[in-house]
């Protein structure tokens, strides 16, 4: 039995498939068969059934009950590989974090330019997708970090609530009526089309939230699987949307997009960092959620909300309520 072996019946047990497995750990159909093949002679037992040409496959009883000892045991080579890279510090080390939408596009990068500057040894590697793909991926032992806003713990993960605070705000076009305001009272959304993301999406799940916990009425009009569309939405006059203040920075500031809140209810998250509880955490792991958390606790970018509305000649808002998700 080797080590490749195991990867490769894990691969094939996650996707259910010989030809997408082969895509995803980067190797041929017939390579995968012949592992699994000699795995199953090995240890006396069908692994999967397989159907179709396409070599579709279900895990047998057998095969469910040895993913588990096999993935113990690649987290355990792992977990060896790291802790001899560690004996050297954070001169050498690799990094593989996910990201949801958010935090990946408009916060890491310069984060971790950052961290690489401090630690040049260390290979950092980011993959972005919605926050429920990530947590799947740090469900499955694929990541080292995860970092997604609003997260409801799971069992098996380990949560770290950072210190870098987001918030969401209701973005306009600049020829919108509400392009001047500060802020609208809720009513006011009710006939309003509503942009949003799509199904587990955190920026959505957060929103829906706290405007059902304030009661207030919303009707959303299209669904939209990135952000930068939802922002070229609202440009193009399709309607409003709730975004989170990093995304729309670089627009704000130019005037392309007018950002306000409604009366009362304020919507915040804090950006969590998850990890599965199995799976060792590195001294590179470490050091990077020290980095992130600290950064987070010395950033402070509501202030481009405050100086664009303060300048328009509203009443400042009365004590909002805050959501935090």
Not at 95 to 110: E, F, K
Not at 186 to 198: C, G, I, M
Not at 246 to 271: C, D, K, N, P
Request: proline fraction near 3%; glycine fraction near 8%; aromatic fraction near 6%.
């Amino acid at each position: 039995m080797t080590l490749r072996q195991l990867e490769v019946f894990l691969a094939v047990a996650r996707e259910k498939s010989f030809s997408l497995a082969a895509k995803k750990i980067h190797s041929s159909q017939p390579t995968l068969s012949e592992h699994v093949s000699e795995l199953e002679t090995e240890l006396g037992k069908q692994l999967f059934f397989r159907r179709g040409r396409r070599r579709v496959v279900t895990v047998t009883e057998a095969g469910r009950v040895f993913a588990e000892f096999a993935e113990r045991a690649i987290s355990a080579i792992e977990g060896g590989r790291q802790a001899l890279a560690d004996l050297d510090g954070l001169t050498h080390g690799s990094l593989l974090i996910g990201a949801s939408t958010t935090p990946g596009l408009y916060v890491l990068p310069r984060i971790i330019a950052a961290f690489r500057t401090k630690y040049p040894g260390v290979d950092v590697k980011l993959q972005i997708a919605n926050s429920q793909a990530i947590e799947g991926r740090v469900r499955e032992r694929e990541l080292d970090l995860g970092i997604v806003g609003g997260h409801a713990l799971r069992p098996g993960e380990e949560c770290l609530t950072s210190g870098m605070r987001d918030e969401l705000v209701l973005i306009v076009a600049p020829e919108h009526a509400w392009a001047r305001r500060r802020e609208i009272t809720p009513d006011w959304l009710t006939d309003q089309p509503l942009l949003v993301r799509e199904e587990g999406s955190a920026t959505r799940s957060v929103t829906e939230r706290a405007l059902q916990r304030a009661r207030v009425k919303f009707s959303v009009a299209m669904e939209l699987d990135h952000t930068e569309a939802i922002k070229q939405g609202v440009m193009a006059g399709l309607g409003v949307a709730f975004v989170s203040l990093y995304s729309v920075r670089g627009e704000m500031a130019t005037g392309r997009l007018r950002a306000l809140r409604l009366r009362g209810v304020r919507i915040q998250r804090h950006f969590h960092i998850i990890h599965h509880e199995a799976r060792r955490v590195t001294a590179s792991a470490r050091a990077f959620m020290e980095f992130f958390d600290q950064t987070g606790r010395g950033r402070r970018d509501t202030w481009l909300l405050e100086k664009r509305t303060s300048s328009a000649g509203t009443s400042r808002p009365s004590t909002s309520t805050t959501s935090k998700e």
